[in-house]
């Protein structure tokens, strides 16, 4: 199972403001319409919104965080762990920018 807080680059314990500012910041990055020729584009920009959505509704995000509790430990592959470090530090690097 995909985190959503790992899709926007945040913690578990993020405020909903948290949530809003890196989906923005994400979103704005990430959008289709920046990398046309990009065949991957539509879909993480699909994660990115998802997530916000999923995290912004509080039954949601304690549906979520239960299901990220229940889940047994997988491996995850090298696609997801190589875009949740991108997102991540991109995110870092423009917060602090």
């Given amino acids: 199972m995909t985190s959503h807080y790992r899709v926007l680059g945040l913690q578990p314990n993020a405020s909903t403001e948290q949530i809003k500012l890196?989906?923005?910041?994400?979103?704005?990055?990430?959008?289709?319409?920046?990398?046309?020729?990009?065949?991957?584009?539509?879909?993480?920009?699909?994660?990115?919104?998802?997530?916000?959505?999923?995290?912004?509704d509080p039954v949601a995000r304690a549906a979520h965080d239960a299901d990220l509790r229940r889940a047994p430990p997988t491996t995850q592959s090298l696609e997801s762990i190589f875009s949740a470090i991108l997102l991540g530090e991109w995110l870092r690097q423009t917060q602090t920018a």
């Avoid at 879909?43 to 912004?56: F, G």
Wanted: aromatic residues 6%.
């Fill in 22 to 56: 890196a989906w923005r910041q994400l979103s704005l990055a990430q959008h289709p319409d920046r990398a046309p020729r990009d065949p991957q584009a539509n879909d993480r920009y699909r994660r990115i919104r998802e997530a916000r959505d999923c995290l912004i």
